[in-house]
């Protein structure tokens, strides 16, 4: 059973940059024809998809928020990363690390999500 973690702060400061890591269990982050992804969720809206990272390493961003976000791996961790810079009150979220296999509809596994609230 493949199981995600988020860590990170739950409290970021307006401008600065948002750090989230992904720990993955039950998978290699590089067994093949895995995607591992990251989304949120705004309070009061739906769920927004940031980016994707394959089991090979390549790299799909959201384009409205390309020019912001930034998404890593360390295998040797089996873990992923999420930096989204000059982050604004509008980017609190529920922030979610999710996986699926490739031919999925739907995302197979989901960490259990980490709230982010940006200050002034």
């Known amino acids: 059973q493949v199981q995600l973690q988020e860590s990170g702060p739950g409290l970021v400061k307006t401008s600065q940059t948002l750090s989230l890591t992904c720990n993955v269990s039950?998978?290699?982050?590089?067994?093949?024809?895995?995607?591992w992804s990251w989304v949120r969720q705004p309070p009061g809206k739906g769920l927004e998809w940031l980016g994707t990272?394959?089991?090979?390493?390549?790299?799909y961003y959201s384009p409205s928020l390309k020019s912001r976000t930034s998404i890593s791996r360390d295998p040797a961790k089996n873990q992923f990363t999420l930096q989204l810079s000059s982050v604004t009150p509008e980017d609190r979220a529920v922030y979610y690390c999710?996986?699926?296999?490739?031919?999925?509809?739907?995302?197979?596994?989901w960490g259990q999500g980490t709230q982010v609230t940006v200050s002034p």
């Open positions: 999710a996986a699926r296999r490739r031919g999925s509809l739907q995302y197979d596994y």
């Open positions: 039950g998978a290699s982050i590089t067994t093949p024809y895995y995607y």
């Open positions: 990272i394959s089991s090979g390493g390549a790299i």
